[in-house]
C-alpha cells in the first residue's frame, strides 16, 4: 500500500507563488511515476507529472508558470507555481502510477484576485 500525503496549500494573492510538497511512504518504485492533478469546478485535471522516464509534462494552462521537482532519496515530489490566477484555485492531488493508482488526501489552494 502507498501511502501520499501532501502539503504546502493554502491562500495566495493573484500573483503570487505557493509550492506543494508530497511525501510517498515506503515501497514507491520511483518518483518518475508521481504527479500532480487537481480538481476546480470540474472534473480532476492534470497538472504536472513525471512519465516514467524522468521527463515531465504539464497541463497548458500552467506551462511556464508551474514547475514539477522531485527527489528520489526522499520519496518526494514539489510543485512549484509562480504567477498564480485565481482559475488556479482547486484541490491538487498528488498521484503514484507506478504500479495501481494510489492518491493523497489533496491540498486546498486559493487565489484570491
Known amino acids: 500500500q502507498v501511502h501520499l500525503e501532501e502539503s504546502g496549500g493554502g491562500l495566495v494573492q493573484a500573483g503570487g507563488s505557493l509550492t506543494l510538497s508530497c511525501q510517498a511512504s515506503?515501497?514507491?518504485?520511483?518518483?518518475?511515476?508521481m504527479g500532480w492533478y487537481r480538481r476546480g469546478r470540474g472534473n480532476r485535471e492534470l497538472v504536472a507529472k513525471f512519465?516514467?522516464?524522468?521527463?515531465?509534462v504539464y497541463a497548458d494552462s500552467v506551462k511556464g508558470r508551474f514547475t514539477i521537482s522531485g527527489d528520489n532519496a526522499k520519496k518526494s515530489i514539489y510543485l512549484q507555481m509562480n504567477s498564480l490566477k485565481p482559475e488556479d484555485t482547486a484541490v491538487y492531488y498528488c498521484?503514484?502510477?507506478?504500479?495501481?493508482?494510489?492518491w493523497g488526501q489533496g491540498t486546498q489552494v486559493t487565489v484570491s484576485s
Open positions: 512519465t516514467g522516464t524522468g521527463s515531465p
Open positions: 498521484n503514484y502510477f507506478g504500479y495501481g493508482d494510489y
Open positions: 515506503a515501497g514507491i518504485e520511483s518518483i518518475n511515476y
